[in-house]
């Protein structure tokens, strides 16, 4: 006999920078939420932490339990105020 709940795990709702996103996991990499979010490697991605704990930075290869309501934002490689032109 079989476990259903397991063969299909409950969905859990995430955001990332104000998007909703169902995933049907309980755990992704910090890789796979940017992928998720459609930002390459070169973004960083970090999760809102509550009250006035400092938001945690999550590398590509860390794993994160996901739970519902979790909020993650990704803030895009710095450019050190170089003009476009010369990149």
């Known amino acids: 006999m079989t476990d259903q709940h397991h063969e299909n795990p409950q969905e859990v709702v995430i955001h990332i920078d ?6 049907s996991v309980t755990g992704m990499t910090g ?3 940017k992928a998720l979010a459609g930002k390459d490697a070169s973004y960083q991605l970090f ?31 710095a450019t050190l105020g170089l003009p476009d032109e010369w990149m």
């Open 47 to 77: 999760l809102e932490e509550q009250g006035n704990d400092p938001d945690r930075l999550i590398s590509d290869t860390q794993s994160i339990t996901l739970k519902n309501g979790m909020h993650f934002y990704t803030v895009p490689p």
């Open 18 to 23: 104000h998007v909703q996103h169902k995933v």
């Open 31 to 33: 890789a796979q939420l």
